[in-house]
Nanobody, 120 residues
Framework: QVQLVESGGGLVQAGGSLRLSCTVS????????MGWFRQAPGKEREFVAA????GHTDSVKGRFTISRDNAKNTVYLQMNSLKHEDTAVYFC?????????????????WGQGTQVTVSP
């Protein structure tokens, strides 16, 4: 059974940094696209960043950087210069395909999410 487990969330002051991790168990995901989404209270889930099997990245936040360590079956989201509006639950996702393609379609596996709270 495939499981995606996020970690690294927490409470941070505005201007601070956090690094989220997402570790996949159950199978190797080195040839799969991975991504991060977030959902703030009362808002829809939104795309944050994604990375293909080869390391090509897409990100809508210049302050956020996605990376992966295939040897550890882990994808990271480095978040810098955090703002209060970055407060949300952050979810990791994986596709069955090696490339990202659509930012919102084709995500086959999801983690449970990790809370990030940025104090003003």
């Amino acid at each position: 059974q495939v499981q995606l487990v996020e970690s690294g969330g927490g409470l941070v002051q505005a201007g601070g940094s956090l690094r989220l991790s997402c570790t996949v168990s159950g199978r190797t995901f080195s040839t799969n696209a991975m991504g991060w989404f977030r959902q703030a209270p009362g808002k829809e889930r939104e795309f944050v960043a994604a990375i293909s099997w080869s390391g090509h990245t897409d990100s809508v936040k210049g302050r956020f950087t996605i990376s992966r360590d295939n040897a550890k079956n882990t994808v990271y989201l480095q978040m810098n210069s955090l703002k209060h509006e970055d407060t949300a639950v952050y979810f990791c996702a994986a596709k069955s395909s090696p490339t990202v393609g659509s930012w919102y379609l084709g995500w086959d596996y999801w983690g449970q999410g990790t809370q990030v709270t940025v104090s003003p």
